[in-house]
């Protein structure tokens, strides 16, 4: 439990299950699993996101820190994108974007404000 060593990319089974399907690939869980985590099946918030990623042993560094560009980001981010339909959950793993909506990129997906908290790993007890 934690970590992934490499995600393999979820497209969010619903419009509205953009977090749920990030934290599945940070997890390599099921959305399903992450739903049930979550106790949530629409729209994730912050505080749902970091709850189920404590589950997991993992942590957020630092706050929450805005991006221009793909080398602003650490190597691995959760991303918070304002899309041209509404915010959106992401994920930047190693060089590549993991985006639920969008598929595997190698640059953001299409966001006029592009925020990240750097993701790492808590070391379990």
């Given at each position: 439990m934690g970590l992934t060593e490499q995600p393999?990319?979820?497209?969010?089974?619903?419009?509205?299950?953009?977090?749920?399907?990030?934290?599945?690939?940070?997890?390599?869980?099921?959305?399903?699993?992450?739903?049930?985590?979550?106790?949530?099946?629409?729209?994730?918030?912050?505080?749902?996101?970091?709850?189920?990623?404590?589950?997991?042993?993992?942590?957020?560094?630092?706050?929450?820190?805005?991006?221009?560009?793909?080398?602003?980001?650490?190597?691995?981010?959760?991303?918070?994108?304002?899309?041209?339909?509404?915010?959106?959950?992401?994920?930047?793993?190693?060089?590549?974007?993991?985006?639920?909506?969008?598929?595997?990129?190698?640059?953001?997906?299409?966001?006029?404000?592009?925020?990240?908290?750097?993701?790492?790993?808590?070391?379990?007890?």
């Amino acid at each position: 439990m934690g970590l992934t060593e490499q995600p393999i990319h979820i497209f969010e089974p619903d419009p509205l299950q953009c977090g749920q399907a990030v934290l599945a690939m940070l997890t390599d869980s099921s959305v399903d699993e992450i739903i049930a985590l979550c106790g949530n099946k629409r729209e994730t918030t912050f505080k749902e996101m970091v709850s189920v990623l404590s589950h997991y042993c993992i942590s957020l560094e630092g706050g929450r820190q805005q991006a221009n560009e793909k080398s602003d980001l650490p190597e691995i981010a959760l991303l918070s994108l304002e899309t041209p339909k509404c915010w959106h959950w992401s994920l930047y793993f190693g060089g590549t974007f993991y985006d639920p909506e969008y598929g595997v990129l190698d640059d953001f997906p299409p966001s006029f404000r592009r925020y990240y908290w750097k993701i790492k790993k808590t070391v379990e007890p």
